[in-house]
């Protein structure tokens, strides 16, 4: 019949264009460590789930000699598939063609893939891994990329979009992640950055290896750029199956919920923090304290660890925690950690994610560093973050919050709709010993024995003030609270904020701090 | 937390608080006023051009030396009257970023 023999020439047709850049090029990939393009859709996405289209697209450049080569599918995968059922938009370049370089068409296929994922209201997954852009088809390869960032940033809080970079990713790509929720990265397999190693070294006489400039523990240690960082593609992998159980599929929906489990016993709140508010401890087992079966999924953990970011879940439902970490730096607010939490905080404002706040901070980093850094303005992010943010917010105050870090950290002021502190907390305007050397200057400088008289004025403020009986005076906390009791506090809040509306000014769009 | 960890201390407000010290933190330079008898160079880049002479009397405004970076053949001026006490590089040298090139005394 004529159809089977049509079926045929499809058939060879497809196997002829899955082989991607051919045998040869397969192999040198693998020889990195990586897996083809085809190989990590399939390890991604629930097994049979994946819809390929634009199988046959081809290039049309000319100039170069470019008219006689072919590069299957222009050296992009697109398609749609699901994970653990979540519907998702992906594409993947493909190395082995062509280096992955990005022409007209290969953009038009990302674009497609870009819109249709807007249009079903449903998440966006690139994986990265590109020479750049494909020279020989010039402006059209600007084009293409330009195209690219500016669906990036309508679908921003409209979809999740998630960026894997898994190869290099240089000059104008990186902007793509760079624009997007979520950027993953792979030890020794990821490469970012604006100019490469031999670019610097021609122009500015310096000398870096790609790894050192911009390979993923730069991006997840030093500049902010990667959220997750693996050692393997399927450790990657892992990450991002995870960050889609607890992601909704677009802004106009909630996570998907899960049946509530009690968190573990190993991890008793009553044990975990010291009474002395200057000795530390890992606030991550607080949080495990909390959330159910003591599961939290920490966002950008190698990057200002004084400040912890991640999704946990309070009866089933998925919650953004931040939190101070008063094992890193004391837990002092800085340039990095304000950028790390205000972003999180509005990624869930705008993916419908309610936030619990932990309070545990001495203030602000001193420094001429901070100061010339902009810590006025970055800092003012997270006031802005917080006071923007209409999802339902809980705070719990810990131990100490003082002065403007207990302002910015979803105070009553930004508008927290409930703020709770435990017995430890000490809600004021600095720390007991700053405090007493300013308020009791004089007398201390006066007396026979100052450091007597600083003692003990440094013990009557913090009988008078270091605690939270002052600002709940004031209602500036709810209630105060057994450590034991806060789970069942923040549940309740949680149930009860479940329809919370709020009317803000109508505007085209506030100006962030950034 | 590891059990027996060493941990620093961090002053914040007097306070002195028990706690990991970033790597960041422990090799941060130390803030040092700028000294307008040291001309740095700005941006690294080659010495194209030097315009003075050891022991030559300047004025501020003056130009002192041409560096080419980036494409562009920057003018070095000077920040202060006085004398050029001494020059620390050669025409066609290569410089990077905060180097010391001339004294002015």
Known sequence: ?514 | MKKNEKLGVLNIDESLYKTRISSRFLNRIPYKPVDPHLILSFIPGTVLDILVRPGQPVKKGDDLMILDSMKMQNQLKCNIDGKVKAILVNKGDRVSKGMVLIEIG
């Not at chain 1, 439902?317 to 340039?335: H, I, K, S």
């Not at chain 1, 450590?483 to 479940?498: A, D, G, Q, V, Y």
Request: charged fraction near 25%.
């Open chain 1, 1 to 514: 019949m004529a159809i089977n023999k049509k079926i045929k020439e499809l058939q060879e047709k497809r196997e002829k264009v899955l082989l991607g850049g051919g045998e040869q090029a397969i192999e040198k990939q693998k020889a990195l460590g990586k897996r083809t393009a085809r190989e990590r859709i399939m390890a991604l996405l629930d097994k049979n789930s994946f819809n390929e289209y634009d199988l046959f697209v081809e290039h049309d450049a000319r100039d170069f000699d470019m008219a006689k080569k072919s590069l299957p599918s222009d050296g992009v995968i697109i398609g749609s598939g699901t994970i653990y059922g979540a519907p998702v938009a992906i594409f993947a370049q493909d190395f082995t063609v062509a280096g992955g370089s990005l022409g007209l068409m290969h953009s038009r296929k990302i674009t497609k893939i870009m819109d249709h994922a807007l249009k079903m209201r449903i998440p966006l997954i690139g994986i990265n891994d590109s020479g750049g852009a494909r020279i020989q088809e010039g402006v059209n390869s600007l084009a293409g990329y330009g195209e690219i960032f500016f669906r990036n940033t309508i679908s921003s809080g409209v979809i999740p979009q998630i960026s894997v970079i898994l190869g290099p990713c240089a000059g104008g790509a990186v902007y793509s992640p760079a624009l997007t929720d979520f950027v993953f990265v792979v030890d020794k397999i990821s490469k970012m950055f604006i100019t490469g190693p031999e670019v610097i070294k021609t122009v500015l006489g310096e000398e870096i290896s790609m790894e050192d400039l911009g390979g993923a523990r730069v991006h997840s240690e030093i500049t902010g750029n990667a959220h997750f960082f693996a050692f393997t593609e399927e450790e990657c992998f892992d990450q991002i199956k995870r960050l889609i159980t607890f992601i909704p599929w677009n802004n106009g929906q909630k996570a998907r919920a899960f049946e509530s489990r009690e968190p573990k016993p190993e991890f008793n709140i009553n044990k975990i923090v010291p009474d002395d508010p200057t000795l530390p401890y890992d606030v991550k087992d607080v949080v495990r304290s909390i959330v159910d079966f003591s599961d939290f999924f920490e966002i950008m953990e190698l990057y200002a660890k004084n400040i912890v970011i991640g999704f946990g879940r309070m009866g089933g439902r998925t919650t953004g925690f931040v939190a101070n970490q008063p094992l890193e730096m004391a837990g002092v607010l800085d340039v990095d950690s304000s950028d790390k939490a205000a972003r999180f905080i509005r990624y869930c404002d705008a993916f419908n994610i309610p936030i619990i706040t932990l309070v545990d901070l001495p203030g602000y980093m001193p420094g001429v560093d901070q100061e010339h850094a902009g810590v006025i303005r970055h800092g003012a992010k997270l006031l802005y973050a917080y006071s923007e943010a209409t999802v339902p917010k809980l705070t719990v105050i810990i131990r100490k919050a003082y002065g403007g870090g207990y302002i910015a950290m979803s105070s009553r002021h930004l508008r927290a709709d409930f703020v709770f502190a435990w017995p430890s907390a000490e809600i004021a305007v600095m720390g007991p010993e700053g405090a007493a050397n300013i308020i009791f200057r004089k007398e201390i400088m006066s007396s026979d024995d100052p450091n007597g008289t600083r003692k003990q004025k440094i013990e009557e403020y913090k009988e008078k003030f270091a605690n939270p009986y002052v600002a709940a005076s004031r209602g500036y906390v709810d209630a105060v609270i057994e450590p034991s009791e806060t789970r069942k506090f923040l549940m309740h809040s949680l149930n009860i904020s479940e329809n919370k509306i709020i009317q803000m000014p109508e505007k085209k769009h506030g100006l962030p701090p950034f």
